[in-house]
């Protein structure tokens, strides 16, 4: 069990640019969240999977975001046009989502600067 | 709406002593699942401690243990014997499984946990 994993680790970027995450879960859990943390604040839900259909999407999931999990296996989270306001960690987390086994795991995240 | 309150935004403990961290939730659900999740500076959430609802009993994980009121929605982490390792960013979060939209985890703004040597 090799954990939750995200690349990149980090990503500064300029503003207007597109950029892509990618999340890879642990092996054997169908569920896939991504949230948003903001400095000093707790995670914020932003779109969920189980297998690879997206179940829900947050209302802080503009048109400009948008997730994918092909295969139900890893995702990616594609930001375009980016804003100033969309800096933050994005974590990746999964959770086996059955049996009663819902706890989830956190990737390290990846930290978007928009410059 | 589901709401997590942390009402403690920072918190210091001497090492060696306990520290209690406070928790209060709302839900109108029965059937619900609270965690306690630590974030170390600069390092990934790591999950403390778990207690499902319909479980009257609190859960217990080595040094971590839970008090656990439900009628109060309360829910509050005590740590013993605090180690430096202890010093974190700790989150308390909410999770109810239904096929919709609260299919996820609600988070509280934290509580940040210094251990003095």
């Known amino acids: 069990d090799t954990g939750v994993s995200q690349d990149p680790r980090h990503k500064i970027t300029k503003r207007g640019q597109n950029v892509t995450f990618r999340c890879d879960p642990i092996s054997e859990h169908n569920r896939l969240y991504w949230y948003r943390q903001t400095l000093g604040q707790g995670p914020e839900f932003l779109t969920y999977?189980?297998?690879?259909?997206?179940?829900?999407k947050s209302r802080l999931l503009s048109d400009r975001f948008s997730a994918e999990r092909p295969k139900g296996s890893f995702s990616t989270l594609e930001i375009q046009r980016t804003e100033q306001g969309d800096s933050a960690m994005y974590l990746c987390?999964?959770?086996?989502?059955?049996?009663?086994?819902?706890?989830?795991?956190f990737g390290p995240g990846t930290r978007l600067t928009v410059t | 709406a589901q709401t997590v309150t942390q009402s403690q935004p920072e918190m210091s403990v001497q090492e060696a002593e306990t520290v209690t961290l406070s928790c209060t939730y709302d839900t109108s659900e029965s059937d619900y699942y609270l965690f306690w999740y630590k974030q170390p500076p600069s390092r990934q959430m790591i999950l403390v401690i778990r207690q499902e609802a319909y479980k009257q009993q609190n859960a217990t994980e080595n040094r971590f243990s839970v008090n656990f009121q439900k009628a109060a929605k309360s829910f509050s982490l005590k740590i013993s014997d605090s180690q430096l390792g202890d010093a974190a960013m700790y989150f308390c979060?909410?999770?109810?499984?239904?096929?919709?939209?609260?299919?996820?985890?609600?988070f509280g703004t934290g509580t940040l946990l210094a251990v003095q040597p």
């Open positions: 999977f189980q297998n690879e259909a997206q179940l829900e």
């Open positions: 987390a999964s959770s086996l989502g059955s049996g009663g086994v819902y706890e989830q795991y």
């Open positions: 979060a909410l999770f109810m499984n239904y096929g919709g939209a609260t299919n996820k985890l609600i």
